[in-house]
């Protein structure tokens, strides 16, 4: 009895090492994967950002964090699909079975993830036609922010109120892109009725003529015209093409500007204003 209780605590401990040494080996494949990821991913950033323009050739900057953001996000996927193979395989599973399993996900794919495909497809296309890039200010299905990151599944954007949007790329639509190429710095002033508008248009465009100091702008502002009768003003438009990301600033140094310029003048800028009749009831005797 005493020899076959051996045996048995024996084959007890043989399994135990085997089955500690197969969960050492998984946990290992999954410490390896996630290094991999980190270091892959440091590795991409200090290749496509962490370069000058000479050295990333015809990538611009926006174009680089792009690539960079989707080339993690495939990368990500590789080294995730591989690490599983391998887990299966320490755990016992063949070859052929892996083969199976391949297959049977490739048929899962194609049946109950088309979204996923299509949504991966929309992120290629979105990269290579060049429709936003990471940092650009969009607006996708109504909401508008700064792009901050394109995987090949999904968008993310970051509002005004930060709050982070995920957005499927199968599911972006139409976007609209305020950061290509320039921007337009757009100015509606009002002036009193009382006001020659000829003169203030005069004035206005005079002072268009001297804002080449200011950062971000580059041609000289275009006085519209009047653009509206409203109650107590006349509304006369401005607009000032500038460098992506900088219509706030030049916006805010236009209107310091126009208000300075109004003082020397002594061009009023309207206030609520009201004129009230009264009517005096007639009272018969």
């Known amino acids: 009895m005493e020899g076959i209780d051996m045996i048995v605590l024996e084959k007890t401990l043989e399994s135990a090492m085997s089955l500690g040494i197969k969960v050492l080996q998984i946990i290992l494949t999954l410490v390896v994967c996630f290094a991999l990821i980190r270091f892959s991913q440091k590795a991409l950033r200090k290749f496509f950002i962490g370069q000058t323009q000479k050295e990333r050739l015809a990538f611009s900057e926006r174009k680089a964090q792009t690539l960079n953001s989707i080339s993690s996000s495939v990368l990500k996927y590789v080294i995730y699909f591989i690490g599983i193979l391998s887990v299966l395989r320490q755990l016992g599973v063949s070859d052929s079975s892996l083969v199976v399993v ?14 996923v495909v299509g949504d991966m497809l929309e992120g290629f296309f979105i990269l290579f036609e060049d429709y936003y890039a990471v940092g650009d200010i969009v607006t996708i299905q109504g909401i508008t ?23 499927p790329n199968g599911s972006v639509g139409t976007v609209t892109n305020m950061c290509n190429e320039y921007m337009n710095a757009v100015l509606v002033i009002g002036v009193a009725y009382k006001e020659n508008i000829d003169h203030v248009l005069v004035v206005l465009q005079d002072e268009m003529t001297k804002t080449s100091d200011i950062e971000g702008i580059m041609e000289a502002p275009i006085v519209v015209g009047v653009v509206a009768l409203n109650e107590s003003s006349v509304d006369v438009k401005i607009v000032a093409k500038c460098q992506v990301k900088t219509n706030l600033g030049v916006e805010a140094e236009l209107r310091r500007r126009v208000k300075n310029r109004f003082d020397k003048e002594n061009i009023e800028i309207p206030f609520p204003q009201r004129t009230i009749h009264m009517v005096q009831s007639k009272t018969n005797y």
């Open 145 to 167: 922010g700064v792009v901050e990151g394109v995987a090949l599944r999904s968008t993310k954007i970051r509002d005004v109120d930060g709050r982070l949007h995920i957005i």
């Open 102 to 115: 391949a297959s049977a996900g490739s048929v899962a794919v194609g049946l109950g993830a088309q979204s």
